[in-house]
């Protein structure tokens, strides 16, 4: 079964500090992994990784893929109050399949 | 702004009542999907649509019915609902299976059963 883990849980840090978020996954036919942000709504979309090596950035964010270990990081540099959310990791097969993971719930105190 | 538009944003209703959601979406793309979020917990898979045809369903009781009417259109009927339903719920679309691309969110509908 398509699995995906993530760590941490859960991250309390102050405004300023830089954060590495995990996700490590176990999929058949992988196809692409995609990173969202998610406040009190719908997830919104950061990153989408598909080949090993090849960091994204955006700004403070930036995600890295590792196909060989299985796993990918979110990093975010300085953060700010407005970074608080549930950062979510998903993997997508070659069908339709979106597998998301448990989410890692971030605060930033100022 | 999302492209991905839902309707209604809230929804409360009682466990004999027939209600549905509605999702849309412009973005040309032909796969469609119902989520169920619970709070504090991720997205949880409940019925896909690739070219219009249910391609996916995850187990869901059959209270919950979908319904694609055409590709840029996906409903969610609602019937005889239980509390434990109380979800948001969420509708995505994204390319099919031949192309990469992501997931886009609608904005959900929040239901609640009494």
């Known amino acids: 079964e398509d699995k995906v883990v993530q760590s941490p849980l859960s991250l309390v840090v102050h405004e300023g500090d830089t954060v590495t978020l995990n996700c490590s996954y176990e999929?058949?036919?992988?196809?692409?992994l995609l990173w969202y942000k998610q406040e009190k709504k719908a997830p919104t979309f950061l990153f989408m990784l598909t080949s090993s090596g090849i960091e994204k950035k955006s700004g403070r964010l930036s995600s890295i893929l590792d196909k060989k270990e299985l796993f990918s990081i979110l990093n975010i540099t300085a953060t700010q109050t407005g970074d608080s959310a549930v950062y979510l990791c998903?993997?997508?097969?070659?069908?339709?399949?979106?597998?998301f993971g448990p989410g890692t719930r971030l605060s930033v105190l100022p | 702004d999302t492209e991905v538009t839902q309707t209604p944003k809230h929804l409360v209703m009682g466990m004999t009542n027939k209600k549905s959601l509605k999702c849309e979406q412009h973005?040309?793309?032909?796969?469609m999907y119902w989520y169920k979020q619970k709070a504090k917990k991720p997205p949880e898979l409940m019925f896909v649509?690739?070219?219009?045809?249910?391609?996916i369903n995850e187990s869901v009781p059959s209270r919950f019915s979908p319904e694609c009417p055409n590709s840029s259109l996906l409903n969610l009927h609602l019937h005889a609902l239980q509390p434990e339903d109380s979800a948001l719920y969420l509708c995505?679309?994204?390319?099919?299976?031949?192309?990469?691309?992501?997931?886009?969110f609608g904005e959900g509908s929040r239901l609640t059963v009494l």
């Open positions: 999929v058949t036919n992988f196809r692409s």
């Open positions: 649509y690739s070219y219009e045809k249910l391609s």
């Open positions: 998903a993997v997508r097969d070659y069908g339709q399949n979106f597998v």
């Open positions: 995505a679309s994204s390319q099919p299976r031949q192309e990469v691309g992501e997931l886009f």
């Open positions: 973005m040309g793309h032909r796969a």
